[in-house]
């Protein structure tokens, strides 16, 4: 049975959110107050982030927070 890796599809949704909002990861790291490395490795599925950083990612995209976490329809399971 595959599990499904969040830290991946998190990262995932917040690169594709900050891409399309045509944010660079220092102005949305800025933003939130975190460090632009830290954001980095959230993108990448290296970082789990709190709950409040969640978050604070989600207001600052303008998504809700739940958003960071769906998983697509027809997306592998990693």
């Known amino acids: 049975m595959n599990e499904i890796n969040y830290k991946n599809i998190v990262g995932e949704k917040v690169r594709a959110l900050r891409k399309g909002s045509g944010l660079s ?27 409040v950083v969640l978050v604070t990612l989600a207001n600052a995209l303008e998504v809700e927070p739940h958003a960071l976490l769906v998983l697509d329809m027809g997306a592998e399971q990693r």
């Open 25 to 51: 990861q220092e102005v949305l790291a800025e933003r939130c107050g975190i460090f632009r490395t830290y954001l980095s490795r959230i993108e990448s599925g290296a970082a789990n982030p709190s709950l």
